[in-house]
């Protein structure tokens, strides 16, 4: 009984770690938002979170979304892999179809703008490429 709360005490105190995170990708300091993007990434890549990711998807979606539009370099970059791990997370079902037609044309404009940092542009490129193959509905 006592490993299966302490089991649970442990999810509880991950999940508000990552709404934590996914609520400091709107802070006004890009560092905050950097660190954000690298917490979780690591927490994206290293666990599956399906159930708890399609409650705040919208949210996380539109987060990335203004990381991408508003943040330079490293920022961009770290929200587009981000993008990629969710993509992955949500998988070839309707919320992955839905994320990955929201956001391909932003992920085409920074990958297409010459200002954008190579990382930025190489990041939007992969996040673009594996979000197509996973939830594109469209086969063009």
Same mark, same amino acid.
């Given at each position: 009984?006592?490993?299966?709360?302490?089991?649970?005490?442990?999810?509880?105190?991950?999940?508000?770690?990552l709404?934590?995170?996914?609520?400091?990708?709107?802070?006004?300091?890009?560092?905050?938002?950097q660190?954000?993007l690298?917490? +979780?990434? $690591?927490?994206?890549? =290293?666990?599956?979170?399906? @159930?708890? *990711?399609?409650?705040?998807?919208?949210? %996380?979606?539109? &987060?990335?979304?203004?990381?991408?539009?508003?943040?330079?370099?490293?920022?961009?970059?770290?929200?587009?892999?981000?993008?990629?791990? +969710?993509? $992955?997370?949500?998988? =070839?079902?309707?919320?992955? @179809?839905? *994320?990955?037609?929201?956001?391909?044309? %932003?992920?085409? &404009?920074?990958?297409?703008?010459?200002?954008?940092?190579?990382?930025?542009?190489?990041?939007?490129?992969?996040?673009?490429?594996?979000?197509?193959?996973?939830?594109?509905a469209?086969?063009?």
């Amino acid at each position: 009984g006592s490993e299966a709360a302490s089991e649970q005490g442990q999810e509880e105190e991950a999940e508000d770690r990552l709404k934590e995170h996914m609520d400091n990708l709107l802070d006004k300091s890009a560092k905050t938002r950097q660190a954000a993007l690298q917490s +979780l990434r $690591l927490a994206l890549s =290293s666990k599956t979170l399906s @159930e708890f *990711l399609l409650e705040r998807r919208l949210t %996380l979606t539109d &987060s990335l979304e203004k990381c991408l539009k508003k943040g330079k370099g490293e920022e961009q970059a770290l929200a587009g892999i981000v993008l990629t791990l +969710l993509c $992955l997370q949500m998988g =070839s079902g309707p919320e992955g @179809e839905e *994320l990955f037609s929201s956001l391909k044309p %932003l992920l085409v &404009s920074v990958l297409t703008d010459s200002t954008a940092s190579p990382s930025a542009r190489q990041s939007c490129a992969t996040a673009l490429g594996m979000c197509c193959y996973i939830a594109a509905a469209d086969l063009e």
